[in-house]
């Protein structure tokens, strides 16, 4: 790991292995938001690209690809931040605590999701679901690491910030009679319907038996 901080990589490898000296150094390096930021946009392609190939596959109008692109970005973004920044908020009131500043939001945001820059991968017919499931459940995992490291908690407290965090962002937007749904969309939830996506399995994997012909 450079001397200067970590790297893009080294931020993405350390979450997938669940390296919290990683976010550490992150926090601590001399340039944490810019690279958090960074980080933030490769995962967030990735994950837009893995969702639009479905609707690529089934065709959709150009229009509404656009739009419907431009939506996936606006929920990754928002979910990402919301749901980190009301694990935040959570682990803050909590009595004990470390009193960590709101900045530091970006950089857990950063690792907790850098599990999702394999995002581009459920696409694949029959097992991008399972995929899709696998990378939500490390990102949880990371996110948990995160909430321990930084408040300095132990793993069962920063589960349940994390889980009540979680549970904040769902209750929200039912407190404000349903005006801030869109703004709380979150990246966890599907944004994809299931039947959609089982058109879009099906419609490469009738590809892919084109090809073999």
């Avoid at 996110?143 to 300095?152: E, N, Q, R």
């Amino acid at each position: 790991m450079d001397t200067m901080g970590p790297s893009l990589r080294d931020v993405i490898g350390g979450a997938l292995t669940l390296n919290e000296d990683v976010l550490v150094a992150l926090i601590q390096s001399s340039h944490p938001l810019a690279l958090s930021f960074v980080t933030l946009a490769l995962v967030g392609l990735s994950w837009i690209v893995g969702h639009c190939a479905v609707l690529f596959l089934n065709r959709v109008p150009p229009n509404r690809f656009a739009l419907t692109a431009c939506g996936l970005a606006a929920s990754f973004v928002l979910g990402a931040l919301i749901w980190v920044g009301s694990t935040w908020l959570v682990a803050t009131v909590l009595p004990g605590n470390r009193n960590v500043p709101l900045w530091m939001v970006i950089p857990m945001t950063a690792f907790a999701f850098s599990p999702l820059v394999l995002s581009v991968a459920v696409v694949i017919p029959y097992v991008g679901s399972g995929i899709e499931a696998i990378l939500n459940t490390w990102t949880l995992l990371a996110l948990v690491l995160a909430v321990h490291a930084v408040f300095g908690v132990g793993i069962v407290e920063a589960l349940l910030s994390a889980l009540l965090g979680w549970g904040l962002t769902k209750l929200l937007p039912r407190l404000a009679a349903g005006r801030l749904n869109v703004a709380f969309g979150s990246a966890w939830s599907g944004v994809t319907s299931s039947g959609m996506q089982a058109q879009g399995e099906a419609a490469a994997s009738e590809a892919v038996t084109r090809l073999g012909r």
